[in-house]
């Protein structure tokens, strides 16, 4: 089982001239609503690539139709706790020469409770993972638990706080970051600079560095494994970071090696950059095992 603790948004998409101005009101020409935030993304991901999930999270009681939603794609909703906050969303501007602004409020998914994270993590048993972003509140504190109970701890510090990464990395196994994430914590303009600052100041990490077209490389004090990525037409990236999360940690689940895992997370997220949207663009394992095939 993977334990996904993480945000679930509601992406309000409005297609627009331009970017609203200072002291404009302008309306827009369509109106669309999505499931997203990083933490749905990713379980939805996690969910097309077979894996058992359980996302752990917190939603408005007025939204409990989403739960359906990710019910559908196969994501277990048990312990997304109902509360009396407005759930978190974004407000997105989309331009006609497909630029984007957003505004996003993080609401519900900055409510997730001490104790409902403690009830969540007694479940866990040996060879389960636990998953976390950063898109949602007591972070740190949720990483040490995981780890104290005997999960697999697997992070992605996405949007990244330097800081609470460096904190934080005692707690985890594998730290899954994109390039700019990367270079971020180890505090230089080089990646290849971060695939050595890293491991040579945090001896006992494993970092899976995703590279977007480039691929991927996993790096550790011991290994330095790179996949590279499928060559395809891309359309939208977005949710290419999350389909590789998603497909990686359900290979590892499965006991897949790394670099199973990473070739079968590089074709998913491949796929996925060939078609428009977040979680509609996430291919299923079939779909993958047949790219591969090809
Ligand atoms: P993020 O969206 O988090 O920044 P990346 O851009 O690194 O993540 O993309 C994640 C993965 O998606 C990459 O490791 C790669 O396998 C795949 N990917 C991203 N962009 C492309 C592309 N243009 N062509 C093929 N694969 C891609």
Request: charge should be negative; hydrophobic fraction near 45%; glycine fraction near 6%.
């Amino acid at each position: 089982t993977v334990f996904n603790i993480g945000s679930i948004n509601i992406d309000h998409l409005y297609q627009v001239d331009h970017f609203v101005r200072p002291g404009e009101t302008m309306s827009s020409t369509s109106y669309q609503q999505v499931l997203g935030g990083k933490g749905a993304n990713q379980s939805v991901a996690l969910a097309k690539a077979q894996a058992e999930v359980k996302h752990v999270g917190a939603l408005c009681c007025a939204d409990q139709h989403i739960l359906q939603q990710l019910q559908e794609y196969g994501v277990n909703t048990d312990h997304i706790a109902k509360v009396e906050e407005v759930s978190g969303h974004a407000i997105i501007q989309l331009t006609p020469s497909a630029e984007n602004s957003i505004i996003l409020h993080a609401g519900a998914n900055h409510k997730l409770t001490k104790s409902q994270v403690e009830y969540v993590l007694a479940l866990v048993q040996g060879g389960d993972w636990v998953l976390l972003q950063n898109e949602t509140n007591l972070v740190a504190e949720t990483l040490q638990m995981a780890q104290r109970a005997g999960a697999k701890v697997a992070f992605n510090p996405a949007p990244m706080d330097a800081d609470l990464t460096r904190k934080v990395l005692p707690y985890i196994d594998l730290l899954i970051v994109n390039e700019v994430e990367a270079m971020d914590l180890a505090e230089t303009d080089s990646i290849e600079k971060a695939t050595q600052i890293l491991p040579e100041q945090y001896p006992e990490l494993a970092v899976m560095m995703t590279l977007g077209k480039d691929g991927v490389r996993y790096f550790s004090q011991q290994e330095d494994i790179k996949v590279d990525a499928f060559k395809v037409e891309a359309k939208d990236t977005t949710a290419a970071g999350d389909t590789f999360i998603g497909f990686c940690l359900a290979e590892l689940e499965r006991g897949s090696d790394f670099e199973t895992a990473m070739r079968t997370a590089c074709a998913a997220s491949a796929i996925a950059v060939t078609r428009l949207g977040a979680a509609p663009s996430i291919p299923t394992l079939d779909e993958v095992t047949e790219f591969i095939a090809k």
